[in-house]
């Protein structure tokens, strides 16, 4: 009986301390403490987030029901134009056709973003280093587009957790720049939110067009996106 006691015990110690200390719990707590506002699924595998952060308007989501999960934080910047530009690993994840085609069961529209993905031309930086890690693309622009890159950036990049960067694709476009991350799952799909939200903000400031920034251009490469 003693044994049978302490092993109920020890069981729900556990069951406590599992539910307290979760990534969904810890999310939620977090969320609470500044204010965001939280919503998740009743099954625990999506989840929404909403917040404001120095005058940043943002939203994270992450759905844990695809077959490649996938989590995306999209900082909503209000300056509208008719061009896409992409950022990712070069031997990082692809985007999954099951997560483009969820949205043909799902009923819900394909991203705009899709469309311009398959259109974007490499784009080539004035930083080497970050030319040979990291594949830069744009589509839709009226003309060449130049884009300066700078170590701080780079490094900022080099630095995200190898969970994150392998599957890291960063959207801009529509007044709203996309950190997307295909691959989350379980309790990784609960992430690193601030620390993203700070890479969607020097990505805001790193991804304009010329003409938003009033710059030289020059003629990018033809160089398809894969």
């Known amino acids: 009986m003693v044994c049978l006691a302490g092993g109920s015990l020890a069981a729900l110690v556990w069951c406590v ?11 939620k707590l977090q969320s609470r403490r500044k204010r965001w506002q939280y919503e998740v699924d009743l099954d625990g595998l999506s989840y ?29 910047e209000g300056l509208t134009a008719d061009h896409w530009v992409f950022l990712r690993l070069r031997r990082g994840r692809e985007v999954s056709i099951s997560t483009l085609l969820a949205h043909a069961f799902t009923g819900q529209v394909q991203p ?3 469309i311009g993905l398959s ?13 040979r890690e990291f594949l ?35 959207i801009w476009g ?34 304009h067009c010329p003409a938003e920034r009033e710059s030289s251009v020059e003629t990018p490469s033809t160089t398809g996106m894969r």
């Not at 929404?48 to 909503?76: K, M, Q, S």
């Open 174 to 207: 529509e007044g709203k720049l996309r950190v997307r991350v295909e691959g989350f799952r379980g309790g990784a799909g609960f992430a690193p939110i601030e620390q993203l939200l700070e890479l969607a903000r020097q990505s805001l400031q790193q991804l």
């Open 17 to 27: 301390w599992s539910v307290a200390y979760s990534p969904l719990t810890q999310l």
């Open 119 to 131: 259109q974007a031309r490499e784009v080539q930086t004035n930083l080497p280093e970050f030319d």
């Open 112 to 114: 705009a973003w899709v």
């Open 136 to 170: 830069l693309a744009a589509a839709g622009h009226g003309q060449a587009l130049q884009i300066s890159i700078s170590p701080e950036y780079l490094a900022r990049l080099k630095n995200l957790p190898k969970t994150i960067l392998v599957g890291l694709m960063i």
């Open 48 to 76: 929404r987030i909403r917040g404001t952060t120095d005058n940043l308007c943002w939203e994270a989501n992450w759905d844990g029901h695809l077959l490649n999960p996938v989590f995306e934080l999209t900082a909503y």
